[in-house]
């Protein structure tokens, strides 16, 4: 059984190389990476969230978290000020021009893997996208090690 018959391995490795092509496309066009995009996806999904909670989500370290957010807030991308009933807690929020490069990013990405998934045919990219939400469902079952319980709308 080689490598491309073990589906752990071939989950890992195709979202590698898919992410690392993004990342390529969204820093060529837009001027920020794959692991931004992602923190802007969430604070797009619920503006008011935590920096734990974005770490969560996105299964990084809250200190790569902040750096990130910080890369962001120096674009303009994104404002962060203390909340007014927490002054230990940072609410952070995209800004217009946050928002845009968020709608532009995921434009970016139907555009750049549209091809590749026409290519599937819409019967089986359906199947497809039905098995990894399944998928996800068992991997990411409260109290495994973990695991998301996406509370941010995933």
Partial sequence: MGPTNNLGYLIQH???V??????LLLQKELGIGLSQFKILMVLE???RVQQKAIAD???QTEASISRQLKLLQEKGL???KF?????RRHITTPTPKGM???EAASAIMRRSFGQEYSDIGDEQLAQLVTGLQ???RIVCQSGKPGACDHPLGF
């Fill in 14 to 16: 195709l979202a590698s």
């Fill in 18 to 23: 898919m992410g690392r092509q993004t990342d």
């Fill in 45 to 47: 999904w619920n503006p």
């Fill in 57 to 59: 989500a996105l299964g």
């Fill in 78 to 80: 994104l404002i962060s």
């Fill in 83 to 87: 909340d007014p009933q927490n002054k």
């Fill in 100 to 102: 845009r490069a968020t």
């Fill in 134 to 136: 399944t998928l996800h």
